[in-house]
């Protein structure tokens, strides 16, 4: 078979596009048709190990050079990647079920993501030497080795750029492992590295599935796994990242809480449903889907958000003006439908939405469902669902809210709403979580990102992005003595 666009049998292993080892296949689905449109090779042991080679042999080049020259083709990448946003964006769209504007959205970051990383290297000393309290020392700060870097589907781009940037300028070479669904824009990156003449082997990319991804974690050429999706993926690669005493660090789910204060304004909070509450169609990790709200306002704040999600847009994601597209897969579908049973069995209320929306026959689509008399023991409230639903629970004094968010197995988002911003940070400092929004949606790259409790491990971005990837060496000298 020759390699298109949406069908592929190689792997990028040492800068070329090689045949896949293994001969399993993934047939890739359109979430929006559920026809089969694509298919990749399902990498095994063997097309991982040729991967982890191909970075093992590229590491003492790639590391002898400057921080300043590494992250010189961290900015050629951004460029080039620039030129291929609408390409890459419909392509991953026609993966993940993304709408294509929120695509192109979510791509057009990422030349940002890669010029951010690269201009870490401007304060990035290898070695410094210093005085000691007897002698003096050079403190080295090395590549950590090979980095296996293994994301998932909602977001796969950026989800890459935060792992093999800073990799990349601290020296390291990487093996990206793409998530089953979303593959095929993985080697439209790959054509990114040839373009700019990143050198063979510091970027590979093996396709597959689970079982793909643990061969990359168990690889003894592997230093360092970077990894994002779910809590039980993340628990399974802790596991064995413990045994080998591999470096590890762990973005994982949310069940974020999203606490709106007494003053909240609604018409300003209004764009905060989508780009907070429900982006990508609440296939979002850092998404606020557990809306705290002050029991006077409990039945106005529902209805208001329940009204705003029922107006937003949703279908077919080729569609520019939909912002709501598809679920993923049938698995997540069937998920979420699973939960809007459980919801209504706990006795929770519908406010809207609450099944597959009117008028399609076709696709893993779900309406955007918001649900009342809800109390925080209930599995809705507890559990990632991973889908356009949003729970609404009362409080009544700002102690309680702050409970309320901390009684969670999670802490990876979070947000406070109100016109009174120093009002809002201080309840933002009481929440137990890696980040927290004041009215703001989104992380920015330039601040570290990433959860406590079963949220994950570690943190990426922001100006200690690199420390993730080096490990310290410290040569120590005493005074000779005479
Ligand atoms: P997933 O954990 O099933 O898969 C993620 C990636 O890990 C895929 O590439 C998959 O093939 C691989 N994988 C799965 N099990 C593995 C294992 N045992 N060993 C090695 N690799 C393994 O997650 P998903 O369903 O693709 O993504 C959704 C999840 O990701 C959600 O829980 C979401 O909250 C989370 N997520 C977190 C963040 C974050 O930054 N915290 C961002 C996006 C998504």
């Known amino acids: 078979m020759t390699d298109d666009l949406y069908h592929r049998s190689t792997q990028y292993i040492n800068g070329k596009l090689v045949p896949s080892h293994s001969a399993a296949k993934i047939d890739l689905v359109d979430p929006a048709t559920e026809e089969i449109f694509g298919e990749v090779a399902f990498g095994d042991a063997a097309d991982v190990d040729a991967a982890v080679q191909a970075a093992k042999a590229a590491l003492p080049a790639w590391s002898a050079l400057s921080p300043k020259e590494r992250a010189a083709y961290l900015l050629k990448i951004a460029d080039a990647y620039e030129k291929r946003i609408d390409q890459i964006s419909e392509v991953v769209s026609k993966q993940n079920g993304t709408p294509i504007g929120l695509a192109k959205a979510m791509q057009g970051v990422v030349p940002a993501n890669y010029r951010f990383f690269a201009s870490l290297a401007d304060n990035f000393e290898p070695e410094e030497y210093t005085a000691t309290s007897a002698g003096d020392a050079f403190v080295i700060r090395q590549p950590v080795g090979v980095v296996g870097a293994i994301v998932p589907w909602n977001g796969p781009q950026p989800l890459i750029a935060w792992k093999i940037g800073p990799a990349l300028v601290a020296g390291c070479t990487a093996v990206v492992k793409p998530a089953a669904e979303t593959p095929l824009d993985a080697f439209l990156l790959a054509e990114v590295f040839d373009e700019v003449g990143l050198p063979p082997g510091v970027v590979n990319i ?3 599935g689970r079982a793909t991804g643990a061969e990359l974690v168990k690889h003894p050429g592997v230093a360092k796994i970077a990894f994002t999706g779910s809590t039980r993926a993340g628990q399974a690669i802790a596991e064995q990242c413990a045994k080998d005493f591999k470096k590890v660090t762990l973005e994982l789910g949310g069940k974020s809480a999203g606490i709106l204060l007494d003053d909240v304004v609604l018409d300003d909070f209004k764009p905060f449903v989508m780009s907070a509450l429900t982006p990508n169609t609440g296939q979002t990790c850092r998404a606020l889907t557990r809306i705290l709200a002050p029991r006077e306002r409990y039945d106005e704040i529902t209805d208001f958000i ?24 049938a698995s997540q579908y069937e998920r979420v439908m699973d939960y809007l049973k459980i919801a209504v069995d706990e006795g929770a209320e519908v406010v809207t939405g609450g099944g597959r929306p009117e008028g399609f026959d076709k696709g893993y689509y779900v309406a955007p469902t918001v649900f009342k008399n809800v109390t925080n023991d209930m599995r809705i409230a507890r559990e990632e669902i991973f889908g356009p639903v949003i729970v609404v629970l009362p409080y009544d004094s700002i102690d309680e809210a702050v409970e309320i968010a901390n009684d969670s197995d999670y802490g990876l988002g979070g947000g ?3 016109p009174d911003e120093e009002k809002a940070t201080e309840v933002a400092r009481r929440v137990v979580s890696g980040t ?5 949606a989104g992380c920015p790259i330039d601040v570290p990102f990433g959860g406590v409790k079963n949220s994950g491990m570690g943190r990426e971005n922001g100006q200690t992005a690199l420390d993730a990837y080096v490990e310290y060496k410290t040569i120590y000298r005493s005074p000779v003595k005479a």
Do not use: D, K, Q, R
Request: net charge negative.
């Open 306 to 329: 329940a009204e705003t999600m029922a107006s937003i847009p949703l279908g077919e994601p080729t569609n520019p003006s939909n912002f709501y597209g598809p679920l993923v897969n």
């Open 206 to 208: 093996v396709t597959g």
């Open 416 to 418: 406070v709403f109100s």
């Open 436 to 440: 927290v929004a004041v009215n703001a």
